[in-house]
């Protein structure tokens, strides 16, 4: 079969390509979008690392085929970036907490984590471990990526200094 | 980890669907929430020639109350069965049981009838649609047919269900007055598939007497698995916490679990009569008056 053509909106911004039907959209959108803040870990919908958000909320990008985004809206991890491209709050407090070690799990979790702070900008320990239940560590250092999700909403009910 | 080739449809009706699945002659396979079917791919344990996207067909997503069932459509997503008020009004053992169905990125996409289709004996889905005595209903070229979930599952993976066919819907009888229900699971880690599972209803009579009483095990056999005999010895009579722990060696009889590296055999029945014993609990406090 031939390639298929996919419009979508990612971060944002209209985009477009072509993908062979077998072809993930994490695949697409780091191939070829040139979008590679989301990971490839396990590309069997284990580990986490390729979230993303479709239609604002959190899925697979490795579960999830490219012709399947056909006109959806789509958010990257780059697309956590203020419009200047500096770090977002949530990005900011991970970085401040430390909440990341080698860093392959950070998209993903922040990803995570962004999700739940867009309903719930005062989640509860339970509620954030549930967050980042499909989201895995190797590093453990989910002690700090809680803490940095707390701090995130601590900054988000204070509001802008 | 990358799928072979395969031709792509994007359907808009169940008849675009069934159509394709018939032309496909066994090498078409359909895709909902492709939480399993995309590893299989990813894995190539699945090599289909043509993939049916039903994702787009509207027909086949809601939930509703028709009659004397409540219905619900094969792609609509665990998320949203879990959120549904009308699942946890009348069948609150599904939520119950959906509730530890793999995360939130993954119930975001993943879809009932998805995991009905699979059919992994360890699953939740399957084992609490089993329990309410729910069917599914399956439909081809050549029309629908209704089968009840215990004529359903086959074994591992396995079901009734023929390679023309598509899971439309499945259903769930409503039953009148209170029931209580419970639901109890060990897994490796939260969201992992159980390693053994139980799922049991208890309606009492007013006068006490148990009027229904089903109780299934998931993971420790080949499917998810009613246990009939505690069943029997339990309705009709008065029951408490000694009746449902003098009724629990019944459940070793109608299981043959398997091992894998996860746990060996004895420890899945070990396993079956205690989370038997709190769900069967949980059931029989929600309903008592």
Redesign the interface.
């Known amino acids: 079969?031939s390639k298929?053509a996919i419009s979508l909106t990612i971060n944002g911004r209209k985009r477009g390509g072509l993908a062979?039907?077998?072809l993930?959209l994490l695949?697409f959108l780091r191939g070829d979008m040139a979008l590679d803040g989301t990971h490839t870990g396990c590309?069997?919908?284990v580990c986490?690392a390729c979230?993303i958000l479709?239609d604002g909320?959190?899925?697979?990008a490795?579960?999830?085929?490219a012709?399947?985004a056909?006109g959806c809206h789509i958010t990257t991890v780059e697309g956590l970036c203020g419009a200047d491209g500096a770090p977002g709050i949530l990005q900011d407090a991970f970085i401040e907490a430390h909440g990341m070690q080698c860093g392959y799990c950070t998209p993903g979790m922040l990803i995570?984590a962004q999700?739940l702070l867009a309903e719930n900008d005062d989640p509860s320990l339970e509620q954030i471990k549930?967050?980042i239940?499909?989201n895995l560590c190797r590093c453990t250092g989910y002690v700090q990526i809680i803490e940095s999700i707390q701090l995130a909403a601590l900054r988000l009910r204070e509001g802008p200094s | 980890m990358k799928p072979a080739k395969f031709d792509y449809i994007l359907a808009e009706s169940v008849d675009q669907v069934v159509e394709a699945l018939d032309k496909g002659a066994g090498e078409a396979i359909v895709i909902a929430g492709g939480q399993t079917l995309m590893p299989m791919l990813a894995m190539r344990l699945a090599r289909p020639a043509l993939v049916v996207d039903i994702n787009h067909v509207a027909e086949l997503s809601g939930i509703e109350v028709v009659g004397d069932e409540l219905i619900i459509k094969a792609c609509t997503r665990q998320a949203d069965a879990l959120a549904s008020p009308l699942i946890q009004r009348h069948v609150p053992l599904l939520a119950k049981a959906i509730a530890f169905v793999g995360h939130q990125q993954t119930r975001n996409r993943g879809t009932v009838g998805g995991s009905l289709s699979h059919a992994d004996p360890a699953s939740e889905i399957p084992l609490a649609a089993l329990t309410l005595d729910a069917s599914v209903s399956l439909r081809s070229v050549a029309g629908t047919r209704v089968v009840a979930l215990a004529d359903y599952f086959l074994g591992p993976m396995m079901t009734a269900r023929a390679d023309n066919e598509v899971l439309v819907a499945v259903h769930f009888p409503l039953r009148a007055g209170p029931v209580g229900t419970g639901f109890h699971e060990v897994s490796e880690r939260r969201g992992d598939f159980a390693v053994v599972a139980a799922a049991a209803v208890i309606a009492l009579n007013g006068d006490g007497i148990c009027r229904t009483a089903a109780l299934a095990i998931g993971g420790a056999h080949g499917m998810p698995r009613r246990i009939a005999a505690l069943e029997d010895r339990l309705r009709g009579s008065r029951i408490d916490a000694h009746a449902i722990r003098s009724a629990l060696p019944e459940i070793a009889g109608a299981l043959e679990p398997g091992a894998d590296q996860h746990a060996d055999g004895a420890y899945r029945l070990r396993v079956a009569a205690i989370l038997a014993e709190r769900a069967l609990l949980d059931a029989l406090g929600e309903a008592a008056p």
């Open positions: 079969m298929l062979e039907p077998r993930s695949d590309e069997h919908g986490g979230s479709l909320v959190p899925v697979r490795c579960l999830l085929l012709v399947q056909e995570s999700a549930d967050a239940g499909g």
